[in-house]
């Protein structure tokens, strides 16, 4: 059996939130208690941080490309989750929600946690450095803020892609016709229009081949032979 990408350490208990007993003003509670937080460490790191600390969960946009295996379905710690396949601007790094824009659909979820019922597993890719969400950063972000130490996911192991191999070169390759073969050509339309009764006649083609037209009608110029 292969061992986990992914190194996890002991994780600390979290808070569970306080409940009234009404599903959907506990999960708006929720909501502005987890935007609070956001809006707190935001503030922290604009004053304590020496340096820019990241705003946004990681993500694989810089990734040239990813090879990765069949998914298994597992819980996996909340704290290893660490950023998201595609750049995610409505969380910050620590999937707290950073605007109000996902507050329907992020009560909603919360709600079904609330009320009890079960929610699809999240879809991740694990590298070394922790798992990458490739759908349900939502549920991340309310699973976290419900104090949950796992969630349930479909985790598919990833990697750099295997170097592609150099195309191999096209042995049957046309090539342009000589000069020699184009006067040949013309000299053989010539002894057609002696001998045939209908107005036989080349034209250039593709890549310089000529070819042959019978069409009575045709007013384009012809292939002619020169002196």
Avoid at 86 to 114: K, L, N
Avoid at 213 to 220: A, L, N, T, V, Y
Wanted: aromatic share 6%.
């Amino acid at each position: 059996m292969c061992e986990a990408l992914v190194k996890t350490t002991p994780r600390r208990r979290r808070r569970r939130p306080p409940t009234t007993g009404m599903a959907a003003a506990d999960a708006r509670a929720d909501f502005l208690r987890a935007r609070r937080a956001y809006l707190v460490a935001r503030a922290t790191r604009g004053l304590i941080a020496r340096r820019p600390s990241r705003t946004r969960p990681r993500d694989l946009g810089e990734v040239a490309a990813l090879a990765w295996g069949a998914p298994r379905l597992r819980a996996i710690p909340l704290d290893a989750v660490v950023g998201t396949v595609d750049a995610a601007v409505e969380f910050d790094a620590g999937f707290r929600p950073a605007t109000d824009r996902v507050a329907a659909r992020w009560q909603s979820i919360a709600r079904a946690h609330r009320e009890g019922h079960p929610l699809q597993p999240i879809s991740v890719l694990e590298r070394a450095d922790g798992y990458y969400v490739l759908d349900g950063r939502h549920r991340v972000s309310v699973a976290r803020a419900l104090g949950h130490g796992d969630i349930d996911a479909w985790a598919s192991p990833a990697g750099p892609a295997p170097a592609a191999r150099p195309p191999r070169p096209n042995t049957n390759q046309e090539r342009p016709m000589t000069h020699l073969t184009h006067r040949l050509r013309v000299a053989f339309a010539s002894v057609l229009r002696k001998h045939v009764e209908a107005p036989v006649h080349f034209h250039s083609g593709d890549g310089g081949r000529a070819y042959v037209c019978e069409d009575r009608r045709c007013s384009s110029p012809s292939l002619t032979t020169t002196s």
